[in-house]
């Protein structure tokens, strides 16, 4: 399609586009894909939009895939943005809405990631695809896997929800249970997968995650009129979505879709696994590892995140900030979602209404501001978290 | 909108619009919702589907709501249907495709018709909702019911999975759990509802939970660009979806949208709980209670249907058939889509397959024809069925 080169996030390195990359090959940081967007806006606009398929791939110009028929989907994303009149009130807000990717196959945000990482390992032929997961992104992985054809080997922490364990498993991966968390089955991959011949799938670490993820930035502007809110939360474990939504906000502008204005972007942490928010409190460009993470948001307990850098950097520039919430106050909003508003979301989407309480106190965001929550799973997956 | 009035699908009586019905006041079976299909083809053709929302309620001209300020959404139908080669190509099927439902609010098809009954309960002015459920009717009226703002009353058998039981108490509704099937929880409505003050919204015994089911069958054209499949399994609890497709083609048909040819259409059971393959088979018109009903699919644990008559006639009027399938083989289906396709099928769904297999080898349905396996929800909604 419209990819022109891959370029490393940190020193700027060029690579070329049709091959196949991990880390930047001189200083093993991100690699960020880049497009004609002239080219893509010849036949992608706005108005072009009308009609096209309701899924993430209606923007498939500015995504990589080169072949159509490479495209392993399973109708992921444009999943609908609800305005929450009632979860609003009780926090004194009008202009509330939720992003709810729990529609999405697999339960979970990381069908976006997957389905462009997987058709693209199709299109470059790569055989073995290898993942370390805290869960999520297993089931997706395990799900665009099989609808591929290709086999998966997936590591996941042993307290992972026990869901994510039984769906790969009833998709045919290849799962192993390690003692320790999602940096140590990452770790595990990375010590293995030149012996296995596996193409390391692990979020940033190949280029196309990213992509699909960013379709939620150019979702969102268009289901808000390409209008984009005042503030968004975001819960954040290895950041890809926030990261991608940044670079989807700067591709639009590019092609004169949005101005300039950007959302705050705020993360969102737990208590138990902050390491994004001691860096942003410090004024670190990068994380430290965050020693004994632990909470119930599986998705968050990720203690050290390659893009941390990035997820800063857009963070500030944004104007916005990151927050920590306590697992009790999660659960508490997981139960406020529901009551209010029927939606049963993840913890790690709930957190961010939980943050979103401490923010109007604190005063960072207005009564009156138009906000987006971001609820990245469904609550089915993390039956554990409840008392039945 | 466009309804004329509402129809007794058994003696014909009629009934207002606009006023709170649950069955027909003559005979005590189903109302049937009649439109005026010359004034929705007004606005409402192919074409001008063209750029709708992407929800099922972009056919908004053949459903009851009067004030779209009543709509109760949290984004359900429009459900990607999936070809499927991989999972065809196992059993030399060229031309297979899955609906997948586990991809609506809630993770079930039960979502369409909860969210057509919870609106037109608002704009009808009902205060309090009751439902017995096997299972995913309870997690969707939980839902619509809390995003309604009003109180919801669900009625399960015990052994139902417990992600239902979960995700209805995390929504704020008030579950009862009993001893028994899903018969006897509804004769737990019926013998309190009067006293309690509660509008029975159990499926067929008010008429709008069709209504919103139907729009599988709008969906099934118009994904298929107007040409319907030849054959349609479909697993059949309560029949709603069965019977609602069943009225959609004769409404697009009285539209001018497709001809008069109808796809024949299998009602999937399960071995432990068969009625209609049952009564199909004796050359039945209305289906005797089944003894002793089990099956680890909850919902096919419906030992008698009120709509039975209604979809053993659509059934034999369409030129298919009833076919009871073991749980095993439903639980060998699920992995088998799960391992050639990456969905993650409800027990339900994956019976679909199984009993596909089985027409196939009688010869009932050829390897080349066009075949759509209706998937009504997520396999995470029934962990116990499987080892981990």
Known sequence: MNVTKLTCSSCGETHPAGEIHNLCRVCGLPLLVEYDLEAA??????ESLRGRE???WRYREVLPVEDPANIVSLGEGMTPLLSVQRLGSAIGMKHLYIKDEGQNPTGSFKARGMTAAVSMAKELGVEKLAVPSAGNAAGAMAAYAARAGLPAYIFMPKDTPIANVIECREMGARV????????DCGAEVGRRKEAEGWFDVSTLKEPYRIE?????GYELAEQLNWELPD????PTGGGTGLIGMWKAFDEMERMGWIDSRRPRIYSVQAEGCAPIVRAFE???EKAEMFANAHTKASGLRVPKAIGDFIMLDAIRRSHGGAVAVSDEAML??????????????APEGAACHAALVQLLMDGKIERDE???IFNTGCGLKYLECFSD
Do not use: H, N, W
């Open 41 to 46: 806006a010849q036949t992608l606009s706005p």
């Open 54 to 56: 309701a899924s993430m």
């Open 176 to 183: 192993t249970l390690m003692d320790g968390l999602i940096t």
């Open 212 to 216: 699909g993820k960013k379709t939620l």
């Open 231 to 234: 503030a968004l939360l975001y």
């Open 282 to 284: 410090s004024g670190a």
């Open 332 to 345: 508490a909003s997981v139960r406020e979602m529901g009551r209010c508003e029927g939606i049963f979301a």
């Open 370 to 372: 138009r906000v987006v």
